[in-house]
């Protein structure tokens, strides 16, 4: 059956033209459907009955399904989705004073390894479909309205202000289900979200960065936690493909396009690895051509990383090298430990294809 979440608004115009139905049938759908969540055909009084019956026989508005919803002691929210009976992906909202943060996830698992990362060290399964991405942000919005305190407001003001695809996966390696769920995001009879405050992760699929500023412009930030090739290779395999010159000359690029004028540089902070004077310094010449921001995170430990936190004084130092620099500097709150929904520590349950998984269990028990 046709889910109608897997489509935006011009695919689903193409596909009511395609039925001999009025393209403008998809605008009215895009806002029951996302606008106002309302799922059941019956519902939707303006859409002719004819029609409500034929949709209601021929397709079907399916929301993956809530397994599990945890809050953190510091209100940071987490859903277990399932995506089928073998997987399940992670959403986390983060609320802060002046906005509201959903992390959505991109894929099961992530076919990059990147040494620090829970998702990575877990293997990859497969692409979350469209409907799977957007339901993310459907599900979070319909469970946080029911909440005392947010059961009043009125349904044209945003509890979810603001986006990370930051989640489970990279985005850009779900390159065309992303961006399609990116924009009903930006729809404005969808969920109305302003790009700026709509922000892509990646690890830095260069090729696909220059698409992306093309088709569906957003913040971008980039997962950068090195501040030299050879350390990157390591700790960031994509790098040997897609090395840092290469990465700043498309960061560059995307700017010419973005609705922010500065690229978000993730850092995590890992003790030992990554965290020195000289690696600031470095890292300065290495973007000094590049508007930028830094986002220092400090690393979130999961069972057997092989890693550890830097030291709260070593992350001080570190910022303020980049400071002194001119630099913007963020320190990323650690929220939701207690339900482990910090930054990388999203592992859902990913039926491994890769094989990895196996081979980490099998170097732990040695
Ligand atoms: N694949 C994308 C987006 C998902 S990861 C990317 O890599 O950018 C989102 C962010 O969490 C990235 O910056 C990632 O490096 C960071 N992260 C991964 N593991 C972490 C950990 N254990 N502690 C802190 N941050 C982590
Ligand atoms: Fe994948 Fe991002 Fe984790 Fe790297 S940090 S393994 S790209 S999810």
Known sequence: MINLLNFNQPQLAAWFAEQGEKPFRAKQLMRWMHRFGVHD??????????????LAGETEIALPNVQLEQV???????WLIGTDTANSIETVFIPEDDRGTL?????????????????????????????????????????????????MLPADERII????????????????????????????NAY?????????????LVPAMDRLKEDCPVALAVSLHAPND??????????????????????????EKAPRDFVTFEYVMLD????????????????????????????????NSGYGTSQPNHVRVFRDVLMQAGFVVTVRKTRGEDIDAACGQLAGKVLDKTKRSAKHIAIEAV
């Open 230 to 255: 050879a350390l990157r290779d390591v700790i960031v395999p994509i790098n040997k493909k897609y090395p840092l010159k290469d990465l700043m000359a498309a960061c560059n690029r995307y700017l």
């Open 272 to 303: 030992g690895i990554n965290d020195t004077v000289e690696h600031a310094q470095q890292l300065i010449q290495l973007v000094k051509h590049v508007p930028c921001k830094f986002n220092l995170i400090p690393f979130n430990p999961f069972p």
């Open 161 to 188: 202000s603001n986006v990370v695809m930051m989640g489970m996966g990279e985005p850009l390696a779900n390159y065309d289900n992303v961006v399609t769920a990116m924009q009903i995001m930006l729809d404005d």
């Open 192 to 204: 109305g979200l302003s790009r700026r405050r709509v922000t892509l992760s990646t690890s830095g």
């Open 103 to 151: 992390c959505i996830s991109s894929q099961v698992g992530c076919a990059l390894e990147c040494t620090f990362c829970s998702t990575g060290r877990q293997g990859f399964n497969r692409n979350l479909s469209v409907s799977e991405i957007i339901g993310q942000l459907a599900i979070a919005n319909r469970s946080l309205r029911q909440e005392p305190g947010y059961d």
């Open 41 to 54: 055909f019956e519902q939707m009084t303006d859409i002719a009955k004819v029609l409500r019956e034929k």
């Open 72 to 78: 953190s002691n510091d209100g940071t929210r987490k």
